[in-house]
């Protein structure tokens, strides 16, 4: 089966610098976001072709709901939303239950570097939705 691509390099967006409102926590966040994003969707791709309990309708809306909520909350820190630190606090919640399902999967190496995408971007929505 394929591997999920963990370089991070991949999906760096550009974040554009100088006198605009995101501050460098709140950069890193949205590069985290947008990571776990793609490697959630990626997972979605491997999930489905590994098939059995990968496969199951559960796990598979859970990876979807956090390739979702990621983007809408990178999207709102983007914009400078004022409402960005409630959607990230959502986003560190579902980053982490997609975390702890994908960590059931055993020892899957495409799993784990899912899991380790959205603790990644949980912790980072966590810092960013404690901001408000």
Request: charged share 25%; aromatic share 2%; glycine share 4%.
């Amino acid at each position: 089966m394929a591997q999920v691509e963990t370089h991070r390099a991949s999906v760096q967006p550009f974040l554009p610098t100088g006198n605009d409102q995101l501050t460098e926590e709140m950069r890193g966040c949205i590069s985290n976001c947008i990571s776990c994003s793609a490697v959630c969707l990626q997972t979605v791709t491997y999930c489905l072709q590994r098939g059995g309990k990968h496969a199951a309708p559960d796990h598979i809306r859970l990876l979807e709901d956090c390739v979702q909520i990621c983007k809408t909350s990178a999207d709102f820190m983007l914009r400078a939303s004022p409402l960005h630190p409630r959607t990230c606090a959502v986003c560190a919640e579902v980053c982490e239950r997609c975390a702890v399902e994908c960590e059931k999967m055993g020892d899957d190496t495409t799993m784990k570097a899912c899991a380790e995408a959205c603790r990644r971007c949980a912790e980072s929505c966590r810092k960013m939705s404690a901001t408000a």
